[in-house]
């Protein structure tokens, strides 16, 4: 299959247009969707649209129940699904929890999240990936900017950009405990990074660039276009991500930690290939290439 | 001199109420002030006060020219007042800019600064710090929770809380650039610190709790009972902060650094003596015992 978004090939830094639409509807289910005309010009314009008090208090207030009871059953367990704290056994996250929990099975069925994300894929769907974060107060570090579309095409082979996210806030998001940073306008660029270079190379390089993340001068030129934008809310938000959006998020110093319920929901005409990296497909928890039950 | 605010001294930590005024004004000066009456009130319930283009457009072009200016000067010279970067020669923070730099010697004496802090202290004042922070974009580490009296007194025998930071901002202070967090009314509640623990009693202790910072319980009930603010705004405006409010900020990704003049003004009735921690005062140009000349 052709590579249409080339990243970590070369040593030149390049910026890609976006050969794929934003919203996949087929024409004339443009505006059947459960999302109103501006919400879906919003997601179209920015690569993200945040759906406030999407989830009620008693759903969110069951979802947490959940998700620490789930860390409970976890707790004196050794997987891969399980992520811990690098210097205690606290858990930072768990994948896999549609697979794994038949509440968040449920939970990735939502027929609303479905409503909305069948539309905004223009097909039926299923879960690419599914994780828990739990993200602590005091000691949250930051993420640095990436395009998720970036590291799925490269290392799962996600072939097109037809691909959600969807976050649900467990937490209240304030604009201080570390909340994700979008870019509004960036899903258009694709951002190819440079590739790890031959050892003779990197010395001769004047300019130290990090392999496989996107360079100071394209981060630059994004957030001096279109701004940085931080969507605040109070638990039970959900935000919905292109999966070239670029995004990013700052350390956490404040005692407010957040919880978060992570979906991705890929198109079914936008099932995994080989890596376009060519080293081997990460593991089945972290992008779904077997298991790819049709959520409708 | 009895030490009316013990931090570091033992394995509890306690929380004392602040024992000073927040304004020092002489009785029948109250209202004597170039603040307003609604200003001062915010500054004495909060501890601290953001005066928005408090520097006009012209001024702050020419403080940032002279902060470049300075970094140039001091590029190749070995001085402790000049902070680098760990991994590069790059300048982090400049110290004592008003003694070093006769331009930064007169914004340190502008009248406009002056007559609040004046005000604010009740009494003439000195210099007890100055330096130029140089933060870069996308690799800006966090500053981890401290009231700024803690320090100062422990380290630098500052008897009590009778000074003000002065923070001028040259470039602008958004939410997601790893601003200033404040915690406000913090300032009435001095956070004892735990001190270093003898060997056998850190191993038997149950609960880590790091040497010389706010303990978490602390922090949680401070942003829990006062919340926490970001004062945000354009280069040039100035953020007053009272020696003794709880304040930190989270790291900066985003492409935006922020370049800033600290200033801290101590009242002449409450110069330095011996550090109350025992020690060896830390250096002249990080706390000024020596050269004090009195500002009006």
Redesign the interface.
């Known amino acids: 299959m052709k590579d249409l978004y080339p990243s970590r090939k070369s040593q030149e830094v390049s910026i890609i247009p976006r050969k794929d639409p934003v919203i996949h509807a087929e024409k004339g289910q443009e505006n059947h969707s459960s999302l109103s005309k501006e919400q879906l010009e919003s997601y179209q314009q920015n690569g993200f649209l945040m759906l406030e008090n999407f989830f009620s208090e008693a759903e969110v207030k069951q979802m947490s129940n959940e998700i620490y009871s789930l860390a409970d059953d976890y707790k004196n367990t050794e997987t891969p699904e399980v992520v811990r704290e690098p210097t205690s056994d606290e858990i930072r996250s768990i994948f896999a929890v549609h697979e794994n929990s038949s509440y968040f099975d449920k939970v990735a069925a939502d027929k609303r999240i479905l409503d909305i994300v069948n539309h905004l894929l223009g097909s039926e769907v299923y879960v690419n990936q599914s994780r828990i974060n739990y993200k602590p ?2 000691t949250g ?2 993420f ?2 990436h395009s998720d579309f970036e590291t799925w095409h490269v290392e799962d082979g996600m072939p097109r950009m037809r691909a959600v996210s969807v976050s649900i806030a467990l937490s209240d998001n ?3 405990n ?1 909340p994700l ?1 979008l870019i509004p306008g960036s899903h258009q660029h694709f951002i190819s990074c440079v590739g790890e270079a031959p050892e003779n190379h990197y010395k001769q390089s004047l300019k130290m660039q990090e392999f496989g993340v996107p360079d ?1 001068d394209s ?2 030129w994004l ?2 276009k279109y701004g ?1 934008s ?1 969507p605040t809310g109070p638990a039970g938000s959900v935000l919905l991500f292109e999966c070239n959006t670029m995004h ?9 930690g957040r919880n978060n319920l992570f979906m991705v929901y890929n198109s079914v005409k936008n099932r995994l290939v080989e890596p376009f990296s060519g080293a081997d497909p990460r593991p089945e928890f972290i992008a779904a290439r077997k298991k790819l039950p049709v959520l409708g």
């Not at 990013?248 to 407010?256: E, L, R, V």
């Open positions: 107060g005091f570090k930051e640095y900017w304030h604009t201080y570390g940073m100071h981060m630059r957030a001096n940085i931080v990013g998020s700052n350390s956490n110093i404040t005692p407010f």
